[in-house]
């Protein structure tokens, strides 16, 4: 019988992934706070390229994307 080693998950802020993305994009993972979504909603409104409005929040831009998705802009 294979016997089952017991593990704890690793948390993710100690992935190696995780500490790329957080250098990459500092704002990964953080929740969007209400003022940053009104800085996206305007950004959006003066025709803010997407690419560009990652860039401004620190975040991927498929984070983005989906933000703006779950925001139904």
Do not use: C, T
Not at 21 to 40: M, V
Not at 41 to 49: D, H, M, R, S
């Amino acid at each position: 019988m294979k016997q089952v080693q017991d593990h704890k998950a690793v948390p993710r802020q100690n992935q190696p992934r995780f500490k790329e993305l957080r250098a990459r994009y500092p704002n990964s993972y953080k929740p969007w706070s209400e003022a940053e979504d009104d800085e996206l909603k305007a950004e959006l409104a003066q025709g803010v390229p997407v690419e560009v409005i990652a860039s401004l929040h620190k975040r991927k831009l498929s984070a983005v994307r989906s933000h703006i998705a779950h925001l139904e802009l």
